[in-house]
């Protein structure tokens, strides 16, 4: 019965040893490999910028006031046939506003002044060729001359104070203000008739970090861009820079002028300012992104026959998105860049192509 019974835990123990082999046998082999994207190291260049912002103002820009007051006539614009309008093209010296007043006229007595020159004139001539024959003195000559001028000079100021009443555009630009007038109605001397801008050049005033101040030169190169235009870039230059640190905020100040032909900045726009105060070629260069930083330092992982090594780098230069790497890594490296988060020196991994 004894040797029955073992036989029976003999058996069993065979048929279970069996079982295992069969399922090792059929069980798959299991790929514990960690996915992770690489960049292979190459030599770059990397620069470094100050960034400012400020608000982009027009170069030339000029309100037109009404020197007189009178009837508000607004002339019609000569290339749309129309009267003038906000947001309208201009080009210096086109009529563009016409004041009329009849005392105003009258006031002035142009034809009077005409007569008075014409006739002060006559009379010097005759007092010249008496003079000339021993007729008359110097000093009567002379007196007749002084009338002549001050003729001249009243007709000159009475055409002065005519042109007054022509309101012709002072700049070429973009009218960007236009107050409403009722056609016809009377204004008053000193009267806004219109604000006109040329924003084709403009210029930004920026408050910079007292750190920069010797980095930053006068006529250095800018580049401008907008919020809202983020794929174009304009490129500018430091036009003056002010010696003076504001004890508040120990900034200084600094004048961006740049060229806007085609009038994608508009005056008043937000715009960001990039100034290039550093640059270096030949270095290698990685993300920030990829970088570990803890007690033991900054730390990244690269691929050697499939495996992630740790390397421990040091770093320089840098910007917003890049950093020197100034020691630990090599050309021709592959440094992972994606799928780091998770690994550990030597984790066995699969490059993803």
Do not use: W
């Not at 007092?127 to 000093?139: A, C, H, I, P």
């Not at 806004?192 to 750190?211: G, H, K, Q």
């Not at 105060?277 to 992104?289: A, F, G, M, S």
């Amino acid at each position: 019965m004894l040797v029955k019974k073992q036989y029976y835990i003999l058996l069993a123990a065979l048929f279970f040893l069996f079982a295992c082999d069969q399922a090792e046998e059929e069980s798959p082999e299991i790929d514990i490999s960690a996915p992770v994207s690489v960049l292979q190291l190459e030599p770059t260049s990397l620069s470094r910028y100050t960034i400012a912002t400020g608000n982009a103002l027009a170069e030339e820009k000029i309100e037109v006031k009404a020197d007189i007051g009178g009837k508000y006539i607004l002339q019609n614009h000569p290339s749309y046939k129309r009267p003038f309008r906000l947001g309208d093209a201009v080009k210096e010296g086109q009529a563009f506003v016409k004041i009329e007043d009849k005392e105003y006229v009258n006031g002035i007595a142009l034809e009077s002044k005409k007569m008075n020159l014409e006739l002060a004139q006559q009379e010097y001539e005759k007092q010249k060729s008496v003079y000339d024959k021993g007729g008359v003195t110097l000093r009567e000559l002379r007196n007749s001359e002084l009338q002549m001028k001050q003729a001249e000079d009243e007709l000159e100021n009475a055409e002065i104070r005519l042109e007054k009443m022509k309101v012709n555009v002072p700049i070429s630009g973009v009218i960007v203000d236009l107050p409403h007038y009722t056609p016809n109605s009377t204004i008053q001397q000193g009267n806004s008739l219109a604000t006109i801008m040329n924003y084709s050049r403009m210029y930004v005033d920026v408050n910079l970090p007292e750190t920069t101040l010797t980095e930053v030169k006068k006529g250095q190169r800018v580049e401008i861009t907008n919020y809202n235009l983020p794929n174009d870039t304009l490129v500018g230059s430091i036009s003056e820079i002010s010696p003076a640190i504001d004890v508040s905020t120990r900034t200084y100040l600094a004048k961006v002028r740049f060229n806007n032909p085609r009038l994608l900045i508009r005056p008043g726009m937000f715009v960001k300012i990039l100034i290039k105060v550093d640059q270096k070629r030949d270095i290698l260069t990685i993300p920030k992104e990829v970088i570990i930083s803890d007690q033991r330092g900054k730390r990244v992982f690269v691929v050697e026959e499939n495996t992630a090594v740790e390397r421990i780098i040091e770093t320089g230069l840098e910007n917003e998105d890049m950093v020197e790497v100034v020691s630990g890594l090599d050309n021709n490296e592959r440094l992972v860049i994606k799928g780091f988060e998770t690994l550990r020196d030597k984790s066995k991994v699969k490059v993803l192509r």
